[in-house]
């Protein structure tokens, strides 16, 4: 079974303040997505990464995906208080299973 | 405007009884999905249609049913619901031919389901 953990479950910082999000597998993925929910609505897609040792930026908001593509970087610069939300990395499984799998998630809350 | 639309929002059972839950999605979509989250364990895949007329089993697939009506909907049964089934359930859809294809999962709001 494909596990995806991700670090910390919480995080609460001021405005202002950087912060990382690790994604991390013992298994291999074909690609990585990182989806942002929030309170009462359904996940939304921010990035999808795909090549090992890729770097996307969004923004405030730097992707990376593992050499081995095995984990996965969210790191946010100067949070603010919109980016409050709980954050899921998924992996889409290669091979057999070719399945999407869910990370345990991240919830971010960022205080003005 | 709608996207992928969930009904209904918020239902609360008694162990064993049964409903559905109903999803529609009005982009054309070929793969539709439920999942369930519940604390700390993230989205956990209940089943998937990978194209109208085909349905799979994801990783919880237990006490569950599905039917991919037409294109747009794809809905999910409880025959007898069990406490361990309270959660928040999902409908996503993609425009990929399958989960493999690494495409974006587009969601509903969810519908909150609570089992006495």
């Known amino acids: 079974t494909q596990l995806l953990e991700q670090s910390p479950q919480f995080l609460s910082i001021q405005e202002g303040e950087n912060l990382t999000v690790y994604c991390n597998s013992s298994?291999?993925?074909?690609?990585l997505q990182w989806y942002r929910q929030e309170p009462g609505e359904g996940p939304v897609l921010l990035v999808t990464v795909v090549t090992g040792g890729e770097v996307k930026k969004l923004k405030r908001l730097t992707f990376q995906f593992g050499d081995a593509r095995k984990d996965s970087s969210l790191h946010i610069t100067a949070a603010q208080p919109g980016d409050t939300g709980l954050y899921l990395c998924?992996?889409?499984?290669?091979?057999?299973?070719?399945?999407?799998?869910f990370g345990t998630g991240t919830r971010l809350q960022v205080f003005p | 405007n709608a996207g992928v639309t969930q009904t209904p929002k918020f239902q609360v059972l008694k162990t064993g009884q049964s409903m559905t839950l109903q999803c529609a999605q009005d982009?054309?979509?070929?793969?539709m999905y439920w999942y369930r989250q519940d604390p700390g364990m993230g989205l956990r895949l209940i089943y998937y249609?990978?194209?109208?007329?085909?349905?799979d089993k994801g990783e919880v697939p237990n006490g569950y049913n599905v039917s991919r009506l037409n294109k747009r909907e794809f809905s999910l049964r409880l025959e007898s619901a069990a406490p361990s089934q309270t959660s928040v359930y999902f409908c996503?859809?993609?425009?990929?031919?399958?989960?493999?294809?690494?495409?974006?999962?587009?969601f509903g709001e969810g519908s909150r389901l609570t089992v006495l």
């Open positions: 998924a992996g889409v499984v290669p091979y057999n299973t070719d399945k999407l799998i």
């Open positions: 249609s990978a194209s109208e007329g085909t349905t």
């Open positions: 982009m054309n979509h070929n793969s």
């Open positions: 996503a859809s993609s425009e990929e031919g399958g989960q493999f294809r690494a495409g974006e999962l587009f």
């Open positions: 298994s291999v993925f074909s690609s």
